[in-house]
């Protein structure tokens, strides 16, 4: 296992157990006198590998969603001396929370930064599965096109289709913003709570459109999951995953849905059953799904690569250069500013962070309210 160091000396000392894109997050840990120390391994590091590393000294750590930090790990850090751990990530399901709290380590993550790009790449899953995109460019680059076809590749129009949306939190609206206000998409989405400012959207783009004679599309929370599942043409998973989340898509919920619906997954891949949904997929050719993420990454379920009627990428959601290297801004900002005892930012205001001078301010630590009471 290679690591190197990319800032030498310094009062604290932090590992990152995967090289980052760009320079900024290098540059705010140099400024909080920090020592770095990065793995130039693309493997994913056992929990050995990184006690290893963090050893006898150590201040905090940027780790990646792929690793599993739990009590062993966080007892780790915390004997060396450390006080906060950043996940490379928006998502936390890796990382056994209260474990941390119980060492008085901060947990830091990166909302807001991912929230458009992961939307975007759902969307792009979206149009791929229901156009049929991955199947006919595999046709073409086979030789097999001899030209066009009136039945050539058919696929579903989703101008004035219904969608559903099952988790309205950032991403999952702003997914529902774009592709329900582009192709005049009527939303239903199911959350615990009504979300009235993507309402709200709705309703003044159908105002606005109704001056110009067009029947706008409209938006409506439902009761149900299985109510979204039932009526909605196309369905997007976008939420956490716990256990209440784990399997939310199973084959009684899929048979649910219509036969020729599109599945979309961009948010965790155990939300779905992936056993399942090959099994349906097989069952129901005119149904497709776009995954950007599977249940026991990085292996895929079997036979999974075998449908054609499945778009699969291998979790690129987040994948754009200003967000990655935001992400990694984020993350470093999370590790300075609790070394440096700043404060937590009340409202996270991403730009902030990543233009100008960074806040001296934590962008956002998930277990801060506890570590203070605690």
């Keep these: 296992m290679t690591w190197r160091t990319l800032s030498e ?13 760009g320079s900024r997050w290098l540059e705010i840990l140099r400024q909080a006198d920090c020592e770095v120390r990065v793995s130039t391994s693309r493997d994913v590091l056992s929990a050995a590998d990184i006690k290893k590393e963090i050893g006898t000294r150590c201040d905090g750590v940027i780790g990646q969603l792929t690793e599993r930090w739990d009590t062993e790990l966080f007892s780790a850090l915390k004997k060396a001396g450390g006080r906060v751990y950043a996940n490379y990530a928006v998502g936390f399901d890796n990382v056994d929370v209260p474990a941390a709290t119980a060492h008085q380590i901060a947990v830091g993550n990166t909302p807001g930064v991912l929230t458009e790009t992961t939307a975007e790449l759902a969307v792009s899953l979206t149009f791929a599965a229901a156009r049929r995109i991955g199947e006919s460019e595999r046709y073409l680059r086979a030789g097999k096109f001899d030209g066009w076809l009136p039945d050539l590749f058919l696929g579903h129009r989703l101008h004035g289709a219904t969608l559903g949306v099952i988790g309205a939190g950032r991403i999952g609206s702003a997914y529902a913003r774009m592709l329900g206000s582009a192709c005049h998409m009527n939303v239903l989405y199911y959350e615990l709570f009504r979300n009235e400012p993507l309402e709200q959207y709705f309703e003044g783009l159908s105002r606005l459109l109704a001056k110009e004679g067009v029947r706008g599309p409209t938006c409506t929370r439902v009761e149900t999951i299985e109510d979204v599942l039932r009526q909605a043409n196309v369905v997007a998973t976008h939420v956490p995953l716990f256990d209440a989340t784990r399997h939310l898509i199973n084959l009684e919920r899929l048979r649910l849905m219509k036969p020729d619906a599109v599945l979309v997954n961009s ?106 009471h605690g």
């Excluded at 590992?15 to 894109?21: A, E, F, G, R």
């Excluded at 991403?350 to 203070?372: W, Y």
């Design 9 to 21: 000396g310094g009062t604290f000392r932090v590992v990152v157990t995967k090289n980052l894109p």
């Design 267 to 372: 948010s965790r891949g155990p939300v779905i059953d992936e056993k399942a949904l090959v099994e349906h997929l097989k069952a129901n050719p005119e149904f497709r799904v776009g995954l950007d993420v599977f249940e026991n990454e990085p292996k895929l379920a079997p036979e999974l690569t075998d449908l054609p009627n499945a778009v699969l990428v291998p979790h690129i959601g987040s994948a754009t250069v200003w967000t990655r290297e935001g992400m990694a801004t984020l993350a470093a900002a999370n590790i300075a500013a609790v070394l440096r005892d700043d404060p937590v930012a009340e409202e996270l205001h991403v730009e902030d962070f990543l233009e100008g001078d960074c806040a001296r301010l934590a962008p956002s630590i998930v277990n801060a309210k506890e570590l203070v």
